[in-house]
């Protein structure tokens, strides 16, 4: 059984996330995440032998209940005896708050850092998303315009709309 290591003030843990835009109808999914309150991209952990692009497509589905289509991001590129894995479309750093109160058994948390590896993905709003996690209060569509109305962590909107232009470019899509 893998036994993560202790949280830390210096600690980074290996995260991944997933912009997911409905281009024709200009939405993106969103996750109401009790930790922070806030909305945010669907998203989590990667676990013990797990590549940061399943961690994003698992976090989707278990946070959701939906898939995607995850957008290609980089060259195309055969190599021969490799597995080409995609590409994240945007890697940073994030601050994680602290979590004093984790729940029976389960150590407070100081604040720390995620490497949070973001990919763009494209879906369909006529699918219904489902909170199917404790930690996701709900999951929903969210137009793109009403993104600076809502209580969405704030680098929200400008992804949002960066992953809107990026799958839209050439597509004849229109703001």
Same mark, same amino acid.
């Given at each position: 059984? %893998? ?13 991944? *996330?997933?912009v ?8 993106? +999914? @969103? ?9 945010? %991209? ?7 032998? =797990? ?8 976090? +989707?589905? =278990?946070?959701?209940? $939906?898939?995607?289509d995850l ?37 407070? =948390?100081?604040?720390? *850092?995620?490497?949070?590896? $973001?990919? @763009?993905?494209?879906?369909? *709003?006529?699918?219904?998303p489902?909170?199917?996690? *404790?930690e ?7 137009? $793109? ?18 992953? %809107? ?11």
């Open positions: 059984m %893998f036994a993560p290591p202790t949280v830390t003030e210096e600690t980074r843990h290996l995260t991944a *996330s997933v997911v835009i409905d281009p024709h109808a200009v939405r993106v +999914l @969103l996750v109401h995440h009790n930790a922070t309150g806030r909305l945010m %991209f669907p998203g989590g952990h990667v676990d013990p032998n =797990e590549a940061p692009h399943e961690a994003a497509l698992r976090e +989707l589905r =278990e946070e959701t209940g $939906l898939t995607a957008y290609p991001s980089g060259p195309v590129v055969v190599l021969p005896g490799m597995r080409v894995l995609p590409v994240p479309w945007l890697v940073a750093e994030i601050p994680a708050p602290a979590k004093p109160d984790r729940g029976p058994g389960r150590p407070a =948390e100081p604040a720390h *850092s995620h490497l949070d590896a $973001l990919y @763009l993905a494209t879906g369909d *709003s006529r699918r219904v489902v909170a199917l996690e *404790s996701v209060a709900t999951a929903q569509w969210v137009r $793109l315009l009403d993104l600076d109305t809502l209580p969405v962590r704030a680098e929200v909107p400008e992804l949002a709309w960066a992953a %809107f232009d990026a799958v839209t470019v050439g597509a004849g899509v229109a703001r």
